[in-house]
């Protein structure tokens, strides 16, 4: 069945807060963070009421909260598919776990090596790598995108790998356009250059399924507050890779997997925190997505298939919204949306919409916006690469509109007769 609105938006606490407001909040900042669901919030409480304890104990508490963590490593493994619980590697976010393991992959490289990063990328994806090979001695290539519809030129990435680099750091999909990249062919094409592949998926991972086995890359990074979770990075890396690797730790920490490279105490709530959003996927599945079974089963059972379930029914919703805010956005004479705007092609977007609009910096834009209860977000968004090759990044950047499952089409429709106006000049 479809996705039922009330259903969904009554377990986000801070959603049910809203309706009770004469005006209430529209969250279209989900770019930037959205709302907790409530089984991540009872998962964090209960974790910290029950059983708060470090790891490794003798004792009932510290058994029980390192049974919580095998849980969420296991959940983990499922939501993206791996093969094994052991390749989750939790941290506290994308850019932390990035920069901690690209200096153990750095490692392997030697001077004169080179590496492939893209413009299309959140600097969390190139920041890390750009500095390792700085330190490395080693060649940082770029593959451009197209200014026009924003998507990566592939024939960039094709010369850049008749260099044979040694690894390839692109996105899922764009944090600023919206694009969604072709990671599956992107991986195929650096594999046969003899590459490695990590893929950031923070911005894909709330839009639609993800089967790192079947994409077959060799790394693959989110952080959970970007799907309905709370602050923490999870990232997936091939058992045999992360067994080789380096790891830069103290001492007793373990030398076993996934815990060589979780380094320190790790945030125990969050992690729960984070079993309790793939809990919120699994339910939405088993609630709307059984059309979506016979796609799946095949291949998939269990809450393995759930989870298919639910992010095909969230990514079929997610069309509908994205040809409403696309439509408003196109309606507004001036406005440019940067990016794929062709109706024809939403499975290559997720809803993430950012635009600029003459007489209007982007920044004094969502402060309207923000008075009429719409809250966007401004800036380049860490996409720093993006909003300079767009020649942007001096007048303020982009203003983003980011719906996710959670969001109405009456939502949008406010969107319209708030920015209208504002466009003409009469707000």
């Given at each position: 069945?479809?996705?039922?609105?009330?259903?969904?938006?009554?377990?986000f606490?801070?959603?049910?807060?809203?309706?009770?407001?004469?005006?209430p909040?529209?969250?279209?900042d989900?770019?930037?963070?959205?709302?907790?669901?409530q089984?991540?919030?009872?998962?964090?409480?209960?974790?910290?009421?029950?059983?708060?304890?470090?790891?490794?104990?003798?004792f009932?508490?510290?058994?029980?909260?390192?049974?919580v963590?095998?849980e969420?490593h296991?959940?983990?493994?499922?939501?993206?598919?791996?093969?094994?619980?052991?390749?989750?590697?939790?941290?506290?976010?994308?850019?932390?776990?990035?920069?901690?393991?690209?200096?153990?992959?750095?490692?392997?490289?030697q001077?004169?090596?080179?590496?492939?990063?893209?413009?299309?990328?959140?600097?969390?994806?190139?920041?890390?790598?750009?500095?390792?090979?700085?330190?490395?001695?080693?060649q940082?290539?770029?593959?451009?995108?197209d200014?026009?519809?924003?998507?990566?030129?592939?024939?960039?990435?094709?010369?850049?790998?008749?260099?044979?680099?040694?690894?390839?750091?692109v996105?899922?999909?764009s944090?600023?356009?919206g694009?969604?990249?072709?990671?599956?062919?992107?991986t195929?094409?650096?594999?046969?250059?003899?590459?490695l592949?990590?893929i950031?998926?923070?911005?894909?991972?709330?839009?639609?399924?993800?089967?790192?086995q079947?994409?077959?890359?060799?790394?693959?990074?989110s952080?959970?507050y970007?799907?309905?979770?709370?602050?923490?990075?999870?990232?997936?890396?091939?058992?045999?890779?992360?067994?080789?690797?380096?790891?830069?730790?103290?001492?007793?920490?373990?030398?076993?997997?996934?815990?060589?490279?979780?380094?320190?105490?790790?945030?125990?709530?969050?992690?729960?925190?984070?079993?309790?959003?793939?809990?919120?996927?699994?339910?939405l599945?088993?609630?709307?997505?059984n059309?979506?079974?016979?796609?799946?089963?095949?291949?998939?059972s269990?809450?393995r298939?759930?989870?298919?379930?639910?992010?095909?029914?969230?990514?079929?919703?997610?069309?509908?919204?994205?040809?409403?805010?696309?439509?408003?956005l196109?309606?507004?004479?001036?406005?440019h949306?940067?990016?794929?705007?062709?109706?024809?092609?939403?499975?290559?977007?997720?809803?993430?919409?950012?635009?600029?609009?003459?007489?209007?910096?982007?920044?004094?834009?969502?402060?309207?916006?923000?008075?009429?209860?719409?809250?966007?977000?401004?800036?380049?968004?860490?996409?720093?690469?993006v909003?300079e090759?767009?020649?942007?990044?001096?007048?303020?950047?982009?203003l983003?509109?980011?719906?996710?499952?959670?969001?109405?089409?009456?939502?949008?429709?406010?969107?319209?007769?708030?920015l209208?106006?504002?466009?003409?000049?009469?707000?």
């Amino acid at each position: 069945m479809p996705l039922v609105l009330s259903s969904i938006r009554s377990q986000f606490p801070s959603l049910r807060q809203q309706a009770e407001l004469p005006e209430p909040v529209i969250f279209f900042d989900n770019p930037g963070g959205t709302q907790i669901a409530q089984q991540s919030l009872e998962r964090i409480s209960a974790y910290l009421t029950q059983h708060n304890a470090n790891h490794g104990g003798a004792f009932l508490s510290s058994q029980q909260s390192d049974a919580v963590l095998e849980e969420a490593h296991a959940a983990m493994a499922d939501f993206y598919n791996a093969a094994r619980p052991e390749e989750i590697i939790f941290g506290n976010n994308m850019t932390t776990l990035t920069l901690h393991l690209s200096r153990s992959i750095a490692r392997t490289w030697q001077a004169g090596d080179s590496i492939v990063v893209t413009r299309l990328d959140h600097d969390a994806n190139i920041a890390p790598w750009a500095l390792a090979a700085q330190d490395r001695g080693v060649q940082v290539q770029w593959v451009d995108f197209d200014v026009e519809d924003g998507t990566l030129k592939l024939d960039d990435l094709a010369r850049a790998l008749e260099s044979k680099p040694r690894l390839v750091a692109v996105g899922y999909a764009s944090n600023a356009l919206g694009t969604i990249n072709p990671v599956a062919k992107i991986t195929k094409m650096a594999h046969e250059a003899g590459a490695l592949v990590y893929i950031d998926a923070v911005q894909y991972a709330a839009h639609g399924p993800i089967d790192v086995q079947q994409l077959g890359c060799d790394f693959l990074v989110s952080s959970s507050y970007k799907f309905f979770g709370p602050h923490a990075g999870i990232l997936y890396g091939r058992y045999d890779l992360l067994d080789e690797l380096f790891a830069y730790k103290v001492r007793p920490a373990p030398n076993e997997l996934p815990g060589r490279f979780e380094t320190g105490t790790q945030n125990h709530e969050g992690i729960a925190g984070v079993l309790g959003a793939v809990e919120y996927f699994e339910q939405l599945g088993q609630t709307f997505g059984n059309e979506y079974a016979e796609k799946y089963a095949d291949r998939f059972s269990g809450r393995r298939l759930h989870l298919k379930q639910a992010l095909a029914a969230i990514r079929a919703y997610e069309f509908e919204i994205s040809r409403a805010v696309l439509g408003v956005l196109q309606d507004i004479p001036g406005l440019h949306v940067h990016g794929l705007i062709d109706p024809q092609r939403l499975e290559d977007r997720v809803p993430t919409f950012s635009f600029t609009l003459p007489g209007w910096h982007p920044r004094s834009l969502a402060e309207k916006l923000a008075e009429h209860k719409i809250y966007v977000w401004d800036g380049n968004y860490y996409a720093l690469a993006v909003t300079e090759r767009l020649g942007l990044e001096e007048s303020g950047g982009m203003l983003r509109v980011g719906p996710v499952h959670y969001n109405t089409l009456d939502e949008v429709r406010r969107l319209q007769e708030v920015l209208v106006p504002l466009a003409k000049g009469e707000g």
